[in-house]
């Protein structure tokens, strides 16, 4: 096996050598608009294949065709792959970053678009989440091939294009396609924790449909929005009912609903129509999401009124599941938090986490499966999926240094 404590000297030099390179590459990868919605990402992948291939690694581009985008409300995505084979037989490592961000809202300091430092930060969207580790994983592949170490194993960077949107067409589209067939998988993350588990989430679109009425004899109609009190109430109901559902998963908290969207009616002298909610539920680790769709809508079905004239539909608009630790995780677990804690000086341990994000897709499909990368503590913090979201160099430099580590460990020969 090689020697961590041996390696270690050669993958930091490696890592001082490249740094500035390697703060310009994600530089350029936060300058290349990405938002999601509306997801029109193939031309951003494209551009950051050739900044890839300029660092002299060859890049497979893999277009998903449009009848897996329209489902996602995606326009364009093409994922890319890196793969580099080292010695024979050992374990092939994928290592997942997304490069879709969402749009970056008002209320910023700097351009988005800028990547400008200050303070010894990065400041522009995706620049935490998660281009930063389009450059973490690709600058420690980098120095493990300059530190010439003697391995054995095969390291594939996706990078790919619609967490934002689920992952379905990224990471599960590149898993369905046999495109990849991983032993074990790193996803983007913050530097201080390694994460195991996350929740999941549905999304539910609930359509109550009435009858219009002249507003002077409302009971002519069928009215959708009185219809849609009953359901409401319930569902606030069950939201501090979930209050006292909580995960036996350290750092996931209890399960959560809220209604983020509501629409309908015709105008101010009409008795509405239609009304359309739409609702956002995050499973613990422990739940079933088919399990808990099946609970919510017939909770939301005897919650409607039995009145005439009036449906209640239930449509899913998304479901993913929540990650949940595969037997073999503790292979990624212990060398990353071993190394993790030498590099930054701070205790680093395994948690969860109260989001959801693409990872999950490697676990379904049975590949032991963990969160690690460059960033702060939370994404409070880095102002992830907010105004000024940004990045401390010095977490990208260390998370490098934690990849490269575990890389060369993994790796080694045998």
Known sequence: MTDASAAAPKLAAAIDAQFDTEVAFLA?????????PPGDCAPAAEAAAELVEALGFP?????????????YGMRSVTNLVVRRRFGAGGPVIALNAHGDVVPPGDGWTADPYGAEIRGGA????????????FATYLFALKAIEAADLPLA???????????????FVGPQWLIAQGLTKPDL???????????????????????????QAHAAMPESGADALEAATPILAALYAERHRLAAVVSAEKGIGSAKLTVGLISGGINTNVVPDRVALRLDRRLIPEEDGEAVEAALIALIEAAAPKTPGIDVECRRIMLAEPLKPLAGVERLVDPLTRHATTVLGVPVEATGVPLYTDARHYAAAGVPTVLYGAGPRSILEANAHSADEHLQL??????????ARTLAELLAAR
Do not use: Q, W
Not at 59 to 67: I, L, N
Not at 122 to 133: E, L, N
Not at 394 to 403: F, G, R, W
């Open 59 to 71: 890049v497979e581009r893999h277009p998903v065709p449009e009848a897996f985008l329209r489902p």
């Open 28 to 36: 350029e990868m936060v300058r290349l608009p990405t938002d999601n």
């Open 153 to 167: 194993g095969t390291v594939e960077l996706h990078l790919t294009y619609d967490e934002e949107a689920g992952g």
């Open 394 to 403: 010095a977490d990208l430099k260390a998370a490098t240094n934690v990849i």
């Open 122 to 133: 990065m400041y522009g969207r995706g620049a935490a989440v998660s281009k930063s580790d």
């Open 185 to 211: 998988a790193i996803s983007a993350g913050f530097s201080y924790a390694v994460t195991v588990a996350h929740n999941g989430c549905l999304h539910l679109e609930v359509l109550v449909r009435g009858h």
